[in-house]
């Protein structure tokens, strides 16, 4: 039978790197995907033959078709683990002064830079439907179950207030792995977000790193600790796992208040799908 196959995103450096090097140990075949391609050929030619580099930028949803294509051709028509990981931070700031607001041509503001929510969060979603499609047609090959983990973060769970997009992102991708991921398990795929604490990495601003104290650092090994409980159980799904130095925590979503929430958020469900069954008709989009 062919090796399994996964694709780790931002895997040219910090926490995609060390996802890669871990599911390469485990015997997957790896497709190291990342914006940067010295580093991601790097980390490819480092691991061995059984890893390949493929130059993505995520946030174009055609890069990312692409990638998953090539990856599910390259290991013989399967693909099984996409770590949708690659991130940044906020490219401006919504804080901005005044005196960086800039007007069009019609005295219009411009448009604050939301890129990070393109690649922390669209990207995110777009992978999955994207590894959806390819998990389906990975039987033949020996595949036709898969693990989805994306990459939150503690900021997914509190906020940063350096950060608010950063922040709106993160609890996104939250939100679309509890909703999801207990759905796509019927088909045996599971859903799953990490929520790192504080790893240095090449995320995080120089002097942040010079400052930050050392107890309070996560290591690598405890993600791949997240890894591991991901792919011990084909039924753990629609998690928010926590990372906070060696330990994995897993997180519920916040409490009900009163039992007419607890009885929306348990009971109303089948009221929900008859009302989805056919998309809901909207005027004018
Ligand atoms: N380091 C931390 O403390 C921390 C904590 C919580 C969450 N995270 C999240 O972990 C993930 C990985 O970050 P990291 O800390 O390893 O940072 P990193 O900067 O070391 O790695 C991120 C990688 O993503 C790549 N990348 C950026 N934009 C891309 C794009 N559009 N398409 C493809 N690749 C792209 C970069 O080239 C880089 O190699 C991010 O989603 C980040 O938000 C990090």
Redesign the pocket.
């Given at each position: 039978m062919s090796k399994p196959v996964a694709i780790v995103?931002?895997?040219?450096?910090?926490?995609?790197?060390?996802v890669a090097i871990h599911l390469y140990k485990k015997g997957y075949k790896v497709v190291v995907?990342?914006?940067?391609s010295t580093?991601?050929e790097n980390v490819a030619s480092t691991l061995g033959p059984d890893a390949l580099f493929v130059q993505?930028?995520?946030?174009?949803y055609r890069?990312q078709a692409q990638l998953l294509k090539k990856a599910y051709e390259w290991g013989g028509n399967r693909v099984d683990f996409f770590h949708a990981?690659?991130?940044?931070?906020d490219r401006q700031n919504l804080y901005d002064s005044e005196e960086k607001e800039e007007l069009d041509e019609d005295g219009l503001l411009k448009p604050l830079n939301t890129k990070t929510m393109?690649?922390?969060l669209e990207?995110v979603i777009q992978g999955l439907w994207l590894f959806k499609y390819y998990v389906r047609r990975s039987k033949e090959a020996g595949g036709g179950k898969g693990h989805f983990v994306a990459?939150?973060?503690?900021?997914g769970l509190y906020h940063m207030p350096q950060c608010p997009q950063?922040t709106a992102s993160?609890y996104g991708v939250i939100g679309l792995c509890r909703a999801a991921g207990p759905v796509f398990v019927k088909e045996g795929i599971t859903v799953n977000a990490?929520?790192?604490?504080?790893?240095?990495?090449?995320?995080?601003p120089p002097e942040v790193l010079k400052r930050w104290p050392k107890e309070h650092i996560?290591p690598l090994s405890t993600v791949n600790k997240a890894i591991d409980a991901f792919l011990a159980d084909g039924t753990l799904t629609g998690q928010a796992v926590e990372l906070s130095q060696e330990n994995i925590y897993f997180r519920e979503q916040v409490d009900w208040p009163n039992e007419s929430q607890r009885w929306i958020g348990t009971k109303s469900n089948e009221i929900w799908d008859v009302g989805y069954q056919e998309p809901p008709k909207r005027e004018g989009y």
């Open positions: 995103t931002g895997a040219g450096s910090g926490i995609g790197e060390a995907a990342d914006l940067n580093a991601g993505t930028d995520v946030s174009s890069s990981n690659a991130g940044i931070d393109e690649v922390n990207a990459t939150s973060s503690s900021a950063y993160k990490i929520c790192p604490a504080f790893i240095p990495t090449n995320l995080c996560t």
